[in-house]
């Protein structure tokens, strides 16, 4: 029966972190992973979250289920970290909060709600956008679409952007990144966050906004703009929020679908639809993610803790951007890579070439996707002059 099954491809990503293992050479780079990472190349536990988790230890009084909208005390945190605490929204009671295993989770949730609820739209995408968004969407039936984000001297094409966003039929959904765009790392502007709204309006369009990365470009509030913006202009909103980066828990798959609807009836509708979906999907989320984060945020001192975390984490990533293109100035390269400097969030679309990439790799023992996207967090004050000599030297 499983005869004509046939073996696809490994995922990209996975097989570098293989590859890298194997090299030999001392002193090679490891810029391909999607996670976070210090000066030391780890992916810490931050001191907030083990604080947290010794408390919910110490107190812990079941491993029940917390039902498929998740713990009430997590989205009653999440909800005001997207929105804002005095968010009108709240006030009308026109948000909704579903605990979701990790970003992708909510995804998922988002995409089978609108192949089911919203079925015969399409969905448009950047390009590029998140691999996995291609994934998701195309899995739950949805018919995808992409509209231009990059031009070919590796800036962010708005005008592309908006030019398309205006072709786009009436109804169908668009899918936004919040901040810290993966993988290019061009965020829009309060400026250009407005004009996208006012066509958003003018097709009647459904945004979709993944806010993977809040408190990673410019700030928690910040980074939530766009997001605030359109849920406070528009009567219907999805939003797909993580957890699992900002606060350091990638293995505990913390996320949360919010929806945002005209009012509150309407979102008791929307609430019981996206139940039956989470049910289907997994039944329940898992709990103790969303623990950690709720006792981080109820309590003043840990959550003092956490912010201050986040931005030396944020802090150390701006950095780092800004001392890669003053490397790469010795070699008359820092105005060709300017970008680096002016992108938010983890990740860079550096603008290398594939087979630039390839010699990196063979040559030098530096590591990133064929794309060019590269993990700026893999960047340490150690590693970026020979970082800045090999760039130059595939340059040539």
């Known amino acids: 029966m499983f005869e004509h099954i046939e073996r696809v491809p490994g995922d990209a990503i996975l097989g570098l972190i293989e590859a890298f293992k194997k090299d030999t050479n001392p002193q090679k780079v490891d810029l391909g992973v999607g996670v976070y990472r210090d000066a030391h190349g780890n992916t810490p536990v ?6 947290a988790e010794a408390r919910l230890l110490s107190n812990e009084t079941t491993k029940t289920y917390i039902g498929s909208h998740g713990a009430p005390a997590y989205g009653g945190v999440v909800l005001p970290m997207v929105l804002g605490a005095s968010s009108p929204v709240l006030e009308a009671n026109r948000a909704s909060a579903t605990q979701s295993p990790g970003g992708t989770g909510a995804l998922r949730l988002a995409a089978d709600f609108i192949a089911t609820q919203l079925p ?15 994934g998701i969407f195309t899995a739950a039936g949805i018919e995808l679409h992409k509209y231009p984000y990059v031009d070919p001297d590796n800036r962010l094409d708005f005008d592309g952007m908006l030019g398309a966003l205006k072709k786009i039929p009436k109804g169908d959904v668009v899918v936004l990144h919040a901040c810290c765009h993966n993988p290019t790392g061009f965020d ?19 945004p979709l906004i993944d806010f993977a990365y809040q408190g990673f470009g410019e700030g928690l509030d910040e980074d939530a703009y766009g997001v605030r913006l359109f849920a406070e202009q528009l009567d219907e909103v999805i939003i797909t929020s993580s957890c699992s980066k900002n606060f350091g828990i990638y293995c505990e798959r913390t996320g949360c679908l919010i929806m945002v609807a005209k009012d509150a009836e309407q979102m008791e509708n929307i609430r019981s639809q996206v139940a039956i979906v989470a049910r289907e999907n997994y039944s329940n989320p898992p709990a103790h993610g969303g623990a950690i984060v709720s006792e981080i945020l109820h309590d003043a001192e840990l959550s003092a803790m956490w912010r201050e975390e986040l931005t030396e984490m944020r802090d150390r990533i701006n950095t780092l951007r800004r001392d890669f293109v003053e490397a790469l100035k010795p070699y008359g390269l820092d105005e060709k890579y300017a970008c680096v ?6 990740f860079s679309y550096t603008g290398l070439t594939p087979e630039q990439v390839d010699r990196l790799r063979d040559e ?13 967090a893999g960047f340490s004050q150690e590693n970026l002059p020979y970082l800045a ?8």
């Open 341 to 346: 400097a002016e992108q938010r969030g983890m």
């Open 46 to 51: 931050m001191r907030a979250v083990k604080e």
């Open 389 to 396: 000599k090999a760039i130059a030297a595939v340059n040539d």
């Open 120 to 134: 015969d739209r399409g969905i448009w995408v950047s390009d590029p956008t998140w691999p996995n968004h291609h």
């Open 188 to 206: 829009l502007s309060k400026s250009q966050w407005q004009q996208v709204l006012e066509v958003v309006k003018e097709r009647q369009l459904l």
């Open 364 to 376: 030098f023992g530096i590591y990133m996707v064929r794309s060019g996207r590269a993990n700026v």
